[in-house]
Nanobody, 114 residues
Framework: QVQLVESGGGLVQPGGSLRLSCAAS????????MGWYRQAPGKQRELVAS???????TYVDSVKGRFTISRDNAKNTAYLQMNSLKPEDTAVYYC????????WGQGTQVTVSS
């Protein structure tokens, strides 16, 4: 069974940085696109960044130039480097496969506040 475990969240001041990690079990990681999603209180979950198996990346406009998604297929791990964080980035962040979703993990809380 595919499992996804997110980590690396925390409390950071505006303008700060965090690096999130997503550890994926199973054998499908290498051959599938991976995405980072976030869900803020009272809002729907949104896809903020994705990376194909070949390394092509896409971002939602609100994070372009600030977030970078990457993957290490040897480690079955995806990353989200978040720089210049803003209060509106506050949310629970999740990873999942955009085209063949697995059971959602618990996510990791990111809070941007002074």
């Amino acid at each position: 069974q595919v499992q996804l475990v997110e980590s690396g969240g925390g409390l950071v001041q505006p303008g700060g940085s965090l690096r999130l990690s997503c550890a994926a079990s199973g054998s499908i990681f290498t051959f599938n696109a991976m995405g980072w999603y976030r869900q803020a209180p009272g809002k729907q979950r949104e896809l903020v960044a994705s990376i194909t198996s070949g390394g092509t990346t896409t971002y939602v406009d609100s994070v372009k130039g600030r977030f970078t998604i990457s993957r290490d297929n040897a480690k079955n791990t995806a990353y989200l480097q978040m720089n210049s964080l803003k209060p509106e980035d506050t949310a629970v962040y999740y990873c999942n496969y955009p085209f063949r979703p697995a059971v959602w993990g618990q996510g990791t809380q990111v809070t941007v506040s002074s």
